[in-house]
């Protein structure tokens, strides 16, 4: 049974605008509330992407849940200059009692965040994100179709512009996400990062305008792609990190299962890692809509 406290104690972590303004505040209050409050069907295995169903009786649910993280592993393709993830194992059940494994990996790799900090020596690092940016209304901008005939596409103003022709207005406090389709190239990690023979990558993410178009013009609280960056791999500059980051917008990096997802109407929820002075961390993130009622 759920309290009033403890859903008190849920909203409280949430600025008052955001736990009742964000795609329904039964949907927040679903998500954050304590084990005993919602419960959640599960499977032992299956697919990154399985809807999950969240009955939340009187808040107004169910919801559909969906895992947008990749599984992270060794293999895992990592921007040219990371190390991949590795895993040791520390102990064994057979000889110590308990199963765990030592980790080692860098911070921008698999599903992740970029914190301002990586592009800003004054920017906030990953413990001095505001919760509150951590639930979000979800805009999804979809470009498979032309991603998938050209490897240098990018979302433009022009696409924001006709996601709100059908949509809406972008919600305050919105997170933007790029869906390509580029996540069926995983089976590949060369495909993914996909270089030339010069070695220049070539993959689907932002332009330049559109970065600053939903900075400067649009309230954001971030963006993110379902490639490995920010920028297309052909950038050089790294204009919309550049421009984002130092804005105090967040990114995420290698989302999954975009496809998915409604273009409107989802809640992103981010699990953002927490370490001293981080400039991003592999992260786990969800989707969450309303189940529909056809």
């Keep these: 049974m759920c309290s009033p406290r403890m859903m008190d104690r849920a909203g409280a972590s949430l600025s008052r605008r955001k736990f009742f303004g964000l795609a329904g505040a039964a949907a927040i209050a679903g998500i954050v509330a304590p084990a005993g409050c919602a419960r959640t069907?599960?499977?032992?295995?299956?697919?990154?992407?399985?809807?999950?169903?969240?009955?939340?009786?009187?808040?107004?649910?169910p919801f559909e849940v969906r895992d947008l993280t990749h599984t992270h592993g060794p293999n895992f393709p990592v921007y040219p200059g990371q190390d991949p993830l590795e895993i040791e194992v520390n102990t064994t059940v057979e000889e110590d009692g308990l199963n765990s494994y030592a980790l080692r990996y860098g911070e921008h790799i698999g599903t992740h965040i970029d914190a301002p900090f990586h592009a800003s020596n004054g920017g906030l690092t990953t413990?001095?994100?505001?919760?509150?940016?951590?639930f979000a209304p979800l805009a999804v901008v979809d470009i498979s179709r032309r991603a998938a005939s050209d490897e240098?596409?990018?979302?433009?103003?022009?696409?924001?512009?006709?996601?709100?022709?059908?949509?809406?207005?972008?919600?305050?406090?919105?997170?933007?996400?790029?869906?390509?389709g580029w996540e069926e190239r995983l089976s590949d990690p060369d495909s993914f990062l996909n270089a030339d023979a010069s070695g220049t990558l070539h993959f689907p993410a932002f332009t330049p305008e559109a970065g600053e178009f939903l900075v400067r013009r649009r309230s954001i609280v971030g963006l993110g792609v379902d490639t490995i960056s920010l920028d297309r791999g052909v950038s050089t500059e790294i204009e919309v990190h550049r421009t984002a980051l130092p804005a105090g917008k967040y990114g995420l990096?290698?989302?999954?299962?975009?496809?998915?997802?409604?273009?409107?109407?989802a809640t992103i929820i981010v699990g953002g890692p927490k370490h001293e002075g981080g400039s991003g961390g592999p992260t786990r993130v969800f989707a969450v809509s309303p189940v529909r009622r056809d």
């Design 253 to 265: 990096e290698n989302i999954a299962n975009l496809g998915e997802v409604d273009a409107s109407g």
């Design 41 to 61: 069907q599960s499977a032992a295995t299956q697919p990154a992407g399985a809807t999950q169903t969240a009955a939340v009786g009187a808040l107004g649910g």
């Design 127 to 134: 413990d001095q994100l505001p919760a509150e940016d951590f």
């Design 152 to 180: 240098d596409a990018g979302v433009t103003v022009d696409d924001i512009r006709a996601w709100e022709r059908r949509h809406g207005r972008l919600p305050e406090g919105a997170f933007v996400a790029m869906y390509s």
